[in-house]
């Protein structure tokens, strides 16, 4: 153990016996500090592979279209109503950011918010089959004060599209509400995916 002290010493005294200029030791702290930072990356370069592809695929929701997306939802689908959610899965919260009932904005309700994810809760498995199709269609299982107005207006039936509407990835929700099962559901459902990417940025 004394022998690898005494060893790494020496090579320590000797590279600074080569260091006799300023201009070595600057090329001496650059090669430093390059080598230490390729060797970070290259320790860590798994964790950071990943970080980089989240933040080149994390999208936004572009919230100057979503009333004029929202509002031709509505006249091409007769929907009841039409509401927009911010989701962050990371922090297991939800926020209602765009409410229209009957053709009335709820400005009351937007801003309003709550848990994503709940034990044994119906939402959290509509959540996991939006992140796993893009699209779920259901009867109304919230018992937020959101779901409560809408249920107040006649809302029993909804079809919702993860934003954006990619597998695996989800900053937000498009939902819109009718009386009733749709017979035209799967034209409903593709009318989502179209909204849910043209609020997409």
């Not at 990371?90 to 209602?96: F, G, K, L, T, V």
């Not at 229209?100 to 904005?105: F, K, M, S």
Request: net charge negative; with cysteine; hydrophobic share 45%.
């Amino acid at each position: 153990m004394e022998n690898k002290d005494n060893s790494g010493a020496g090579l320590l005294s000797t590279l600074l016996e080569k260091i006799d200029t300023w201009k070595k030791l600057v090329i001496f702290m650059i090669l430093f500090i390059v080598f230490g930072v390729g060797y970070s990356i290259y320790m860590y370069r798994d964790a950071l592979f990943f970080l980089a592809l989240d933040a080149l695929n994390m999208s936004e929701i572009d919230y100057e279209k979503i009333d004029y997306e929202a509002k031709r939802l509505v006249r091409d689908t007769n929907a009841i109503s039409v509401e927009v959610w911010k989701i962050d899965l990371e922090s297991n919260h939800r926020e209602a950011i765009y409410i229209n009932i009957a053709g009335v904005r709820d400005n009351i309700l937007e801003g309003t918010g709550d848990l994503v994810l709940r034990k044994k809760a119906k939402l959290t498995e509509l959540i996991i089959e939006l992140l796993e199709n893009d699209t779920a269609c259901s009867e109304i299982i919230d018992d937020s004060s959101v779901a409560k107005a809408l249920v107040a207006a006649g809302v029993r039936y909804a079809c919702l599209v993860s934003v954006p509407p990619r597998y695996d990835q989800i900053v937000g929700a498009i939902s819109l509400g009718f009386s009733t099962r749709p017979v035209n559901e799967d034209y409903i459902r593709s009318r989502l995916l179209q909204a849910s990417e043209n609020i997409t940025k």
